[in-house]
């Protein structure tokens, strides 16, 4: 996953220039950032680097307040209700910011009316990984496999709607397979089912993941990307084991636009 530390610290301090009534004292107080995911997600990851990282360039804290729910719904609903004064930002996810005002038509924000783009803090492929008692080792096993046995094979995924249950019907779609899909409330709860045995196989953030099937507790089998990724040796990417477009997390950082 890529992410724009010292490119996202100089655009904070450009909140100054962007809205004068906050004056040359910003940031007087400290900063609080939305994050739509409970503990654990690739978006909580991401939101938690990132406030150390600027609370330390700009000499102020940023409080990260995780507001979970329909997969990023209601922290998006917060912050665009919050004041635009720069002391209220929020850790986005593609989710929330593209992906659900697609499927319902009727939000209570509008992502083009009620938000400043900051920058881009971070985007990275998912991984799909699997419980190790799944025999299988490579994605063309995992499709063999799931053809084998239709809607008996369950994906999790932290929420409907997120790119990770995009991912997995992409997979399905691409490969000509019927699985169920398990959404979660996050990425954490769904990780400790899969690990546990209740799901067979998930499509999640890198640093979510990636710690388990370094251990053993998952296996790794591809990244939801067309190109491989230096952090994951040995696993193909999506486009040469299983020919599928290629998914990726997008993850910017947003603030309350001013009205008018």
């Not at 986005?92 to 697609?102: N, Q, T």
Request: charged share 15%; net charge positive; hydrophobic share 45%.
């Amino acid at each position: 996953m890529k992410t724009g530390l010292h490119v996202t610290a100089l655009l904070f301090a450009a909140l100054t220039v962007a809205f004068p009534a906050i004056g040359q004292q910003y940031p007087a107080r400290p900063i609080r950032m939305l994050i739509g995911f409970p503990p654990g997600g690739g978006t909580d990851i991401v939101g938690r680097i990132v406030a150390q990282k600027v609370s330390e360039y700009l000499g102020q804290q940023i409080i990260a307040e995780n507001r979970g729910g329909a997969t990023g719904m209601v922290a998006a609903e917060l912050a665009a209700k919050a004041a635009p004064d720069g002391y209220t930002i929020m850790m986005a996810h593609i989710s929330a910011m593209s992906i659900l005002p697609s499927l319902y038509p009727k939000l209570a924000y509008d992502t083009a009316r009620d938000f400043a783009p900051i920058t881009l803090a971070a985007i990275g492929p998912n991984l799909l990984v699997v419980h190790p008692s799944l025999p299988v080792r490579s994605v063309k096993d995992l499709i063999a496999l799931a053809k084998a046995r239709p809607g008996q094979l369950h994906y999790a995924s932290p929420g409907s709607g997120s790119v990770q249950h995009l991912s997995g019907e992409l997979f399905k779609l691409q490969a000509k397979v019927d699985m169920l899909h398990v959404p979660y409330k996050g990425s954490g709860q769904s990780i400790v089912d899969l690990i546990a045995g209740h799901v067979q196989l998930n499509f999640d953030a890198v640093p979510v993941v990636l710690g388990h099937a370094r251990q053993g507790r998952l296996r790794a089998l591809a990244v939801t990307s067309a190109q491989r990724t230096t952090h994951v040796d040995g696993v193909a990417s999506s486009w040469c084991a299983a020919r599928a477009d290629s998914s990726i997390a997008v993850q910017p950082c947003f603030m309350p636009s001013v009205p008018g």
